[in-house]
């Protein structure tokens, strides 16, 4: 019989795609993690997004690191990317791009926008005005753009990775609900504890650690990885967990607004992606629970009287996840 890899023994037995998943998004993972340090958590959602095929929307007052993981991330896929600065005067054509009339052709030939790039950082997302925000409604779900009737591919893999402040901090906009239930995942970066502060004083003093960062994956490797996702099993009692779970936040008293069919989709995906993370090649109940939090509460709307009461989107989806009854087997 032949020997166990070191792949193997570390991915529980598994072998084939899956160990090829986790191995990729380690390195990923170590590369992003030289420049977001102390934030390993954040960095594996991120990934999840990604292997998920999503988009991720990072929320948290300035100066936390938002814009600087969304960075990492693009720079350690050779891959193209684009970096839109949201503001109040940013136009919907500035994101997905304009039909210009060419003089000498006498035909109208269309400009590609920001959008078109496998990775877009939209930094400040809320900035910018709902208009200008719904630009992205339809380059998010359908990956693809239209402009005066003619409809436009966008780049495979495709991911937005958004930033945005919190609501009550000045000049701000809140995303509309068709926005948010297209992000698959949100994130709170949250402080650095006291020993990764220090460490970010040391290391950026003269130096700006994201110019030494070199990709360690490309856009068809990791089509390749978000593919073997995909193929993951998938037991029906888990299936029948999250839409359990999903229909759950539909029945609550604490929510006027519950999760979407979408939301159930993206649950299932960003489960997928967390399993093979972990290199198993099936999808575990604690898969969702694990991302039950991200990937839901978000898209949540509370009751008023839940709201004035202190409870938030975050607190209800964990009371759900703790009442349901959890699949045995497999």
Same mark, same amino acid.
């Given at each position: 019989?032949?020997?166990?890899?070191?792949?193997?023994?570390?991915?529980?037995?598994?072998?084939?795609?899956?160990?090829?998943?986790?191995?990729?998004?380690?390195?990923?993972?170590?590369?992003?993690?030289?420049?977001?340090?102390?934030?390993?958590?954040?960095?594996?959602?991120?990934?999840?997004?990604?292997?998920?095929?999503?988009?991720?929307?990072?929320?948290?007052?300035?100066?936390?690191?938002?814009?600087?993981?969304?960075?990492?991330?693009?720079?350690?896929?050779?891959?193209?990317?684009?970096?839109?600065?949201?503001?109040?005067?940013?136009?919907?054509?500035?994101?997905?791009?304009?039909?210009?009339?060419?003089?000498?052709?006498?035909?109208?030939?269309?400009?590609?926008?920001?959008?078109?790039?496998?990775?877009?950082?939209?930094?400040?997302?809320?900035?910018?005005?709902?208009?200008?925000?719904?630009? %992205?409604?339809?380059?998010?779900?359908? $990956?693809?753009?239209? #402009? @005066?009737? =003619?409809?436009?591919?966008?780049?495979? &893999?495709? +991911?937005?990775?958004?930033?945005?402040?919190?609501?009550?901090?000045?000049?701000?906009?809140?995303?509309?609900?068709?926005?948010?239930?297209?992000?698959?995942?949100?994130?709170?970066?949250?402080?650095?504890?006291?020993?990764?502060?220090?460490?970010?004083?040391?290391?950026?003093?003269?130096?700006?650690?994201?110019?030494?960062?070199?990709?360690?994956?490309?856009?068809?490797?990791?089509?390749?990885?978000?593919?073997?996702?995909?193929? %993951?099993?998938?037991?029906?009692?888990? $299936?029948?967990?999250? #839409? @359990?779970? =999903?229909?759950?936040?539909?029945?609550? &008293?604490? +929510?006027?607004?519950?999760?979407?069919?979408?939301?159930?989709?993206?649950?299932?995906?960003?489960?997928?992606?967390?399993?093979?993370?972990?290199?198993?090649?099936?999808?575990?109940?604690?898969?969702?629970?694990?991302?039950?939090?991200?990937?839901?509460?978000?898209?949540?709307?509370?009751?008023?009287?839940?709201?004035?009461?202190?409870?938030?989107?975050?607190?209800?989806?964990?009371?759900?996840?703790?009442?349901?009854?959890?699949?045995?087997?497999?």
């Amino acid at each position: 019989m032949g020997g166990v890899t070191e792949a193997t023994r570390t991915t529980g037995g598994a072998t084939g795609p899956v160990v090829d998943v986790a191995a990729a998004a380690g390195r990923i993972a170590e590369n992003v993690g030289r420049v977001v340090q102390g934030k390993d958590p954040v960095v594996r959602l991120a990934l999840v997004t990604l292997l998920a095929e999503g988009h991720l929307l990072v929320e948290d007052v300035p100066g936390v690191g938002k814009t600087t993981l969304a960075k990492a991330l693009a720079a350690s896929i050779d891959a193209t990317v684009r970096r839109i600065q949201f503001t109040p005067d940013l136009l919907p054509s500035d994101v997905t791009g304009v039909a210009v009339y060419d003089q000498e052709s006498r035909e109208f030939e269309f400009k590609p926008g920001a959008i078109f790039a496998n990775v877009v950082v939209a930094d400040e997302i809320n900035r910018a005005s709902p208009k200008t925000q719904s630009a %992205l409604l339809e380059c998010m779900e359908e $990956r693809q753009v239209t #402009v @005066d009737g =003619v409809s436009y591919e966008l780049a495979r &893999p495709f +991911l937005v990775m958004a930033t945005q402040n919190p609501l009550e901090m000045e000049g701000t906009y809140p995303l509309p609900e068709a926005q948010r239930d297209r992000f698959t995942t949100r994130v709170s970066m949250g402080y650095p504890d006291q020993d990764a502060e220090l460490a970010m004083l040391d290391d950026r003093a003269t130096t700006d650690p994201l110019a030494g960062l070199h990709p360690v994956a490309d856009a068809a490797s990791v089509s390749d990885l978000i593919a073997a996702v995909g193929r %993951l099993h998938v037991s029906e009692a888990v $299936r029948r967990y999250v #839409v @359990d779970l =999903v229909g759950s936040t539909r029945r609550s &008293p604490h +929510l006027r607004l519950g999760a979407s069919p979408r939301a159930g989709l993206q649950l299932l995906r960003a489960a997928r992606a967390s399993a093979a993370l972990a290199g198993r090649d099936m999808v575990l109940p604690d898969d969702v629970k694990e991302l039950a939090g991200p990937v839901l509460a978000h898209r949540l709307l509370m009751a008023p009287a839940a709201a004035g009461g202190g409870r938030t989107a975050e607190h209800v989806v964990a009371e759900l996840v703790a009442t349901l009854p959890v699949p045995r087997g497999r």
